[in-house]
């Protein structure tokens, strides 16, 4: 089984990857971690994704398409993926269609996180971190108290590079360029959408369901 995971920064997205990925044996593929890897193996298109990401330019799609059709092709990763952040825009989904067709696998469904603006503000305003022992908390899903956390209030940070305008920015940007992917899967009848404003285990249960009819 393949999945495609959609979602907006502060979805939870992530987290549900790594869930699924832990409770059905799977891999998770995402093009960051596949430009690091092969960057750090100093390969001749290591070193050239090197220096496009040090130009500040983008990637284009024929090497990440390189990348992805090197994972395809393995038969270790053989109909055990779980795309994480791919495919970024249609020409990708389009060519991650040919790719799996070529290897003989299927997608078995495109999960999308559907999570209101406000929430995904508040998710990532409300994050602090304590510098002493290093627990995260929310001031408004999961504020620090005293039968969570022992250390004294001063030491919550928040990360100082997010504002509001920075984050609705971003989700604006995920939504236009996400919308013509999801529509593409829609017409697949591969689309699944995920309400993400509940908590991360009742998520997980969702998604479970998804997959559990997948299998059936
Ligand atoms: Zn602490």
Redesign the pocket.
């Known amino acids: 089984m393949n999945i495609i995971l959609f979602g907006p920064p502060g979805a939870g997205k992530g987290t549900q990857a790594d869930n699924i990925v832990k409770s059905f044996d799977l891999h998770k593929i995402s093009t960051g971690d596949l430009l690091r890897d092969e960057i750090s193996r100093k390969t001749n298109l290591g070193n050239q994704i090197k220096t496009i990401i040090e130009k500040g330019s983008f990637v284009s799609d024929e090497i990440i398409n390189d990348l992805i059709e090197r994972i395809l092709s393995d038969k270790k990763y053989y109909n055990r993926l779980v795309f994480d952040g791919y495919p970024r825009n249609l020409q990708q989904a389009k060519n991650l269609d040919l790719l799996i067709e070529k290897y003989n696998q299927k997608i078995s469904c495109a999960i999308s996180f559907n999570v209101e603006k406000e929430i995904v503000v508040k998710r990532i305003l409300g994050r602090q971190t304590?510098t002493?022992?290093g627990?995260i908390f929310n001031q408004y899903f999961k504020p620090s108290n005293s039968k969570n956390?022992s250390?004294d209030s001063k030491?919550l940070v928040k990360r100082p590079d997010d504002n509001e305008q920075i984050i609705l920015k971003r989700y604006e940007t995920y939504l236009d360029k996400t919308l013509p992917i999801l529509n593409h899967y829609k017409r697949l009848n591969l689309l699944q959408e995920i309400e993400g404003k509940t908590g991360i285990d009742q998520i997980f249960a969702e998604i479970r369901a998804i997959i559990a009819s997948l299998e059936a």
């Open positions: 304590c002493k022992c627990l956390h250390c030491y």
